[in-house]
């Protein structure tokens, strides 16, 4: 049986991302609509959230909503969003409670006017909240934040703020929506699909990458603890040979 105690709790990682995938197949699989998927998913996103303060993990970004994701039906676009408010609204005080501070980085903008309005208070009540850091990925792609990042990099350099020649890879990090956040040491992706459909692209150049093919709202605190342990049996070379390690 996994379970915590297996986890090395001097080597967790300070940052994990999690692709929350399979809620429209673990829906169809019981014979519901796509949508029952995505709100019995809510649950796995407790069990993800419980089990990285239990190991001490400072930072959980979960990818909840992509840029490409609006090319859904939009009555599922609507589901997801009255999801993401009622979310919001039920957990605030268990959040609260858990000390979690949670943020959001993405095309924040393009929500409905109700998800920011929720969004942005879960985001002001919990800002002094020292426990896990929950980083909702809404309406985010890394191309779109890229795409930002060289749009505000050339305005400074034209505005002076900047010299071109200055231009290194922490000046780059800064100028991503994950600005003052570390890299994520590890990317989950549920569902056993295996790519990274357009997420955090620049920050994951050294993460292990980890799949399974756990649907998401099927996704419990073993499952994460599963990740973590592989995690730490990983070598992480970054280049260099084993012996130098
Ligand atoms: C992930 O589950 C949730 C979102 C992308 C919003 P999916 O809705 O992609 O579920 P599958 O991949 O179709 O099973
Ligand atoms: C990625 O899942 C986006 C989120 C989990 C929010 P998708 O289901 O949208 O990705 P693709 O279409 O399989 O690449
Ligand atoms: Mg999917």
Known sequence: MIGKDQIDLANVPNHVA???????????QQGELRTFGHTS?????????????????????LYAFSTENWNRPVEEVNALMDLLVSTIMNEIDSLQENKVKLTAIGNISSLPDQCQNELQKGIEETAENDGVNLNLALSY????????????????????????????????????????????????????????????LWQIAYSELYFTDVLWPDFRKEDFY????????????????????
């Open 226 to 245: 599963k990740a973590i342990i592989e995690f730490q049996n990983r070598e992480r070379r970054f280049g260099k040979t084993s012996e130098q390690k």
């Open 18 to 28: 999690i692709i929350m995938d399979g809620n429209g197949r673990w829906a169809k």
């Open 141 to 200: 792609s890394s191309r779109w934040e890229i795409t930002k990042a060289f749009k505000e990099i050339a305005k400074d350099v034209e505005l002076k703020n900047l010299r071109s020649d200055e231009i290194n890879e922490s000046i780059v990090s800064s100028y991503l929506t994950t600005g003052d956040l570390p890299d994520p040491e590890l990317m989950i992706r549920t569902s056993g699909e295996k790519r990274v459909s357009n997420f955090m």
């Open 41 to 61: 998913g809510v649950e796995a996103v407790r069990e993800a959230l419980t089990a990285a303060g239990e190991i001490g993990i400072k930072h959980l970004t």
